[in-house]
């Protein structure tokens, strides 16, 4: 009895493995297709209200719901999101996951 159990728990850990090696390889396959596509054409956005010449984040939407990401100051390093990546992103956005700490003032605590 104990050793079927033992076998099952194998079969569960094998199983498990198969599925992590799954998603890694889907991962890499959409990873390398997004960087495939040409998005030399692509329409930049940046936040409403801001200035060509103020430092700013910029976004295109791409093909089946992906998006590039870059910066104004470096517009040549751009980052790609699958749909999933970027919905997660903006979700976490929207409920402060990303919200930075504000900064010490002058004589204040700085973090170690």
Known sequence: M???????????????????????ARKERERDELYALDISDAEWQSAPGTEDHEE?????????????????????????????????????????EFDLEPAPHSGGVTAE
């Open 2 to 24: 104990a050793e079927a159990a033992a076998d099952r728990d194998l079969n569960v850990v094998d199983a498990g493995a198969a599925v992590d090696a799954d998603v890694k």
């Open 56 to 96: 700013r984040v910029e976004i295109a939407y791409l093909p089946a719901g992906a998006v590039a990401m870059r910066s104004s100051l470096d517009p040549g390093t751009v980052l790609r999101y699958t749909e999933a990546e970027w919905r997660a992103f903006v979700l976490g956005a929207r409920d402060g």
